[in-house]
């Protein structure tokens, strides 16, 4: 059963009668946190990192949460931050695996919290700490979900699970400053800045769950993975994490003040405000500005280049863009692994109905349609590569490598930034749900690094899946505690340079390949 929060995270939480005297209490910096056991790992859910962020408090920088007296119940997980409604899923993938699990108690503006998995609390262990931040672009998701509960990587590698929401979309990151001056200098970054108090609240905690507070990696998936990236490019960030993993959405580049200044000022034409009238931003039901933002926000365009929210470049906060032209130097000291998976488009054009009956023609107009005609010379060389591939398999070949090829670019400007360690996988293996049409789809392998492919609908039921689970999440955790992916469990996974290209190719024979599918590769040198 899931239960809903009924009270703001900012009231003193008493401890709930049903909660035994034997449940796992925490002393954090802030007081006494009540959690609960799973199979013999301590769960801790909604706690409180920062102060609230509504009203007059909207796109200031955030605060630390307010410390209370007694013992706080933090067995539920908080809301998320506002967005738009849950998209709707397909029919014919509702039908293979299923709507999404709803395990948020709604949403708040009030939702800078985390949740923490361990294997032990304050026996001076020193796990190494993962910090999963949550995809979704720059404008949905939590830390809640069911692909992303702690409980089984935690026990897999005795290490600590955090995971955590911040503010979203228009409320997270919104270039004010020329409207409303100097003290919303730091509105654009808003939400990068919530994670930047997020880690410092893991590193001023991470003793109190057994963590090592010098030992912190940060990961993520799609929006999640480029918010990787940005933390890289902010010096506020530095020293807060020691690793860095980014799956399926390289954060090459920010957007500029002048694109930020743009969306603020189409978001106020929206709402039917004057540039005069901004200050109304401030005051307006949060529901109103996510219902102006839908309108200005296609879903799933960022993953082709199209990004519409997200940070904005800020003298102090975000003074250069992550990895374009180059590398910043905050990243150069963070070793990375970096990936996608080899279908990502699948996801969103696997069912879609024109699919079966296109051909190259219709491949090359929609390619084109996508990416402009800088990409009219890919669909002919990967037809030569592919000769007996269908057309509608050429295209989403073609469009997920646009996810592999700036994962690529990342990595080699990360590379040439710095001597800390690049390592570049491709996730290949493939769903049988819904008659394989997913392939290997954009985060397809979330539920494998958090080994939780038992209760993804998505993963099948073949047993295979665990196994590669195990492959997969043990890469993760060593890559934390050691620096080096292929420590166990794998075969060796040497680091990525431009001279080899080695990539590891996660599967059901995992391994290691040099420059894989590279004339398709190459074909990507002259898109830019």
Known sequence: ???????????????PAMIVASSPVASTTLGELRGTTDSGIHVFKGIPYGAPVSGRARWLPPQPAHAWSGVRAATRFGPAAPQATRAVR???????????????????EDCLVVNVWTPGLADGV?????????????????????HTQGTNLARRGDVVVVTLNHRLGVLGYLKLDHLLGADYAAAGVAGMLDLVLALDWVRDNATAFGGDPSNVSIFGCSGGG???????????????????IVQS????????????????NRLLVTLGLSEAEADQLLVLPPEQLMDAQSKLVTPGAAMLGGSQVGPVLTDHHLPAHPFEPSAAPTAAKVPLIIGCNKDEMALGLGFHPRLTTLD???????????????????????????????????????????????????????????????????????????GGKLRSCHALEVPFVFDNVEVAPITGTQPERTRLAAQVS???IDFARSGDPGHSGLTEWPTYAPTDRATMLFNVDSRVVKDPDGAEREAWSAFD
Do not use: C
């Open 1 to 15: 059963m899931i239960l809903k929060l009924t009270m703001p995270l900012t009231q003193e939480v008493r401890e």
């Open 90 to 108: 397909p029919p014919a993938l509702v039908a293979a695996i299923g709507q999404p699990a709803v395990l948020d108690a709604g949403q708040a």
């Open 126 to 146: 020193g796990r190494p700490v993962l910090v999963w931040i949550h995809g979704g672009g720059y404008y949905s998701g939590s830390g809640a979900s069911l």
């Open 226 to 244: 480029s918010k990787v990236s940005h933390l890289m490019a902010m010096p506020e960030a530095q020293g807060l994490f020691t690793r860095a």
């Open 249 to 264: 959405g390289p954060g090459l580049r920010s957007m500029t003040p002048e694109a930020g200044a743009d969306l603020t």
């Open 360 to 434: 190259d023609a219709g491949a090359q107009a929609w390619i084109v349609g996508a990416l402009g005609d800088r990409a009219a010379h890919l669909l002919p060389i990967y037809r030569r590569q592919r000769p007996e591939a269908n057309a509608g398999d050429l295209l989403i070949t073609v469009l997920s490598d646009y996810m592999r090829t700036r994962s690529i670019r990342l990595a080699e400007r990360k590379a040439a930034g710095g001597s800390a360690p690049v390592f570049m996988y491709r996730f290949d293996w493939q769903t049988p749900v819904a």
């Open 474 to 476: 043990t890469a993760w």
